[in-house]
């Protein structure tokens, strides 16, 4: 708890740079089972807790969670076979915008995927849950922010397909192609979370996304939110089959 206070008081000391630009508010869903790959197809992962296949001189961090990482904070790098530990900036390398557009082929909209990998057992159930999960732009030296995208609330993570290397939900809303932003300026994803248990988790973008037209459950919402959220994907199958 204290590495979250003191990554977020970091961030919040930050100075906004003079150039602005828009801060825009995510949606999230479960991921269409159309756009579930394996995990030798999952990436780039941009903060993943297992071995990640990105292309070439394209880093990840590679978090260590053996089980015991329950949740925390955990900062992005571009640093291949680079390792961040819970709430740490420090020594983080930015992606550019011209790094992620070259691999979405210069389609600056994208989505960031969730692999949940939780053993939800116990009475009542652990569930993890996104706290929160942003993207910022930098300077070179960590020491300016300024924020390009955020969830608006907590959301509750019951693992949809279980096991590793299958994507559950999708955050989407993201695009580098808004006015203020070149390709040379850096960018840096943080994700919160809570209630992790098992395996690891990965957050991974997603060119072309396609997501359920169904919010996914909020926290709280437990395994009577996934429920609900999939009799509405049931729902909506029907109709588009009528």
């Known amino acids: 708890m204290r590495k979250l206070l003191l990554a977020t008081a970091a961030l919040v000391a930050f100075a906004l740079p003079a150039k602005a630009v828009t801060d825009v508010a995510l949606d999230f869903g479960i991921l ?21 296949q990105n292309p070439p001189l394209f880093g990840f961090n590679n978090f260590v969670n053996n089980g015991q990482t329950g949740g925390g904070t955990f900062f992005s790098t571009n640093l291949v076979g680079g390792t961040l530990g819970d709430g740490v900036l420090t020594g983080a390398i930015p992606y550019t915008v011209g790094q992620i557009g070259a691999f979405l082929l210069d389609n600056f909209t994208f989505g960031v995927a969730i692999d949940v990998n939780s053993a939800e057992g116990g009475n009542p159930p652990t569930i993890m849950s996104l706290t929160s999960f942003e993207l910022f732009r930098v300077n070179a030296d960590l020491s300016t922010i ?10 509750s993570l019951p693992d949809v397909r279980p096991g590793n290397g299958k994507g ?51 926290a709280g ?20 089959q009528a």
């Open 32 to 52: 269409a089972a159309d756009a579930v790959v394996p995990q030798s197809q999952s990436n780039p992962c941009i903060i993943c807790a297992t071995q990640a």
């Open 168 to 218: 559950d939900y999708l955050l989407t809303g993201f695009d580098l192609g808004q006015a203020g932003l070149v390709a040379g300026d850096r960018l840096i994803f943080r994700a919160q979370f809570t209630g992790a248990t098992d395996g690891g988790d990965s957050f991974y973008i997603v060119a072309n996304p396609n997501a359920v037209a169904v919010p996914g459950p909020i």
């Open 221 to 240: 919402a437990g395994i009577p939110g996934l429920l609900a959220a999939a009799g509405m994907l049931w729902l909506n199958r029907r109709r588009k």
């Open 146 to 155: 300024d924020r390009l995208a955020h969830t608006i609330q907590s959301y």
